[in-house]
């Protein structure tokens, strides 16, 4: 194997294949990248066996030669070395050879690394998808799509199935949904022309976070195929492959009130910053619980008391407030990342009483959804 | 205790105190954060009781009010929350009163915290310094002394004396230097009128990573007094107090080498970089050792291996050497901090054989050394 390539793009390449490598895995030859030369590019492959991504080079793209002198063959490389060597290395090309006996050598410039490789032949074989059943959608919507949902997943063990995003495609509608059992966020998008469906699959967590942070924020199309047992996102340059969770995602939709007591309509960002100050002194105690009041007109106050501290309290002024009054105690960490996953401008609080689940909208009636279950204080 | 102060003028005093401030600390009271208030501005003190760092804001200054509606007074804050607090306030003047029962309140628009605070007359008092014997500096010129010489001091407590920088004022010459018996790194400037000499004190390094941090890269003044325990840097609104370690530091000129049997200038940055590559391999076994051989005229050759990953070699091209013949092994970790010390484009190695400690100056003769001792290779 031999080839001459573009340093800058090697390492975007080695990075993102990075995000699937654990120098802990049961199988020794996965803390390695493989490396595979073809006439038309160069592919950096790297499995963790949940997630495997491979990052693919064209020779030439778009008039540009970003590989050369391409002797077809594979080797794998150990991972632990080879990021920081390519990071490092002195000049814009890089040449990468490996002989019969996986002697590796990376040259540029006037320096040469000599490292052993580990054999091709030994490294698993992705499983191939049927890419028939497969939609399309925009990169950007997916990110975005993610962002708002992955953080409500559950760090527990203790119900696996938890640890997931649960999406369902059905009748032209994408659909997201995260929860912990204390809170939850879901989105959904339209899908139109989807030649397939899928009734209810969850994605680990975890996969949903490293794919999150190799995408690029465009809105170039990002192809997804699912079958039993994977998920496959790709765009031009990328395949992730991802396990799905065993077992069954309980039903979330009955736990969202479709009647409301109260409703406050509020300036996201001033929301925000005040339960953001009000948390501050109750970090550690209680849970970071705040309380929020509704008050005279359109006035709301939020306060928080940290009996060894001392207390705070603001008053905001929202936009409006509908139906009966209220007092509700929550944790201001589940709704600061509520209020942050909404990104828009405005925000519609609906309350079913200070027992009750109460869930946040954008206010311009976007469908996503975030849920809280309150606190109960003495 | 009242005033009202610009909060981003809070902000930057508060941050800088709280670089004396420990969680964990002997004396209770230390935990927090003397703030207070005189008719001509606000003292701000933080003190881990090695450490103690005075910030001050004038009232007004350069023709704008910093503070207003001054009440004097003082009061001891929880540092763990007054920070974070003080960051997150929602508007640009922050309103600070104390009762008589230490209860503060800190109120900016619609926020307002009401803190348990603790009486200031229990925060211990400052040594105060006798400051006519001092000399001036300028700041600048006093971060790069310590930038240059502080990363050599040792980090063993088994000889406490050498986790200090030892100065030295004497025939209007200053010298820092630091070693961990490994290396040594030394700089000397001439201080023109210095109406003080003090032949050695030690200054933990801890104190002057700290005061670099705090101090601004400016061509302004600091003025640096010592009594037989403390030092103490003023700034115009700083007040920077260290205790010195106790003990005799070794005298280091000695191992100095005198003489040199072969002398390399290189460009410092190409140095630099091919040591850097060299140590990815060296990483863990072998205590990041690299070796340097002298070559055909003007080349060096920097070479490491690890028997598990491989080998890596380059072959420089250095602006001259002088002398015999040399293969010399050494810590890629020390050489690498001490080229970045010398932060000057070109540099001469000074070599005395392989066994010998070898010795890096700026190549325009500034007085500024680094030494290394090599390290053995069988």
Known sequence: MKFVIQRDQLIASVQDVMKAISPRT??????????????????????????????????????????????????????????????????????????????VTIKSGKAEFNLNGQDAAEYPQLPKLQTDDSFEMPTDLLKSMIKQTVFAVSTMETRPILTGVNMKLAENKLSFTATDSHRLASREIPIPNANTEFPSIVVPGKSLNELNKILDDTEEKVEISVTNNQILFRTEHLNFLSRLLDGNYPETSRLIPDQSKTVIYAKTKELLGSIDRASLLAKEERNNVVRLSTGEGSLVEITSNSPEVGTVAEEITVSGIEGEELKISFSSKYMMEALRAIDYEEVKIEFTGAMRPFIIHPANDDPILQLILPVRTY
Do not use: C, R, W
């Open 26 to 103: 049961v199988i020794p030859i996965l803390t390695g990248m493989k490396v595979e030369a073809k006439h038309h590019g160069i592919t950096l492959t790297g499995s963790d066996s949940d997630i495997s991504i491979e990052s693919y080079i064209p020779a030439e793209e778009d008039g540009n030669v970003n590989v050369e002198q391409i002797e077809e063959g594979s080797i794998v490389l150990q991972a632990k070395y080879f990021p920081d060597i390519v990071k490092k290395l002195p000049e814009k090309t890089v040449e990468i050879t490996a002989d019969e006996n996986l002697k």
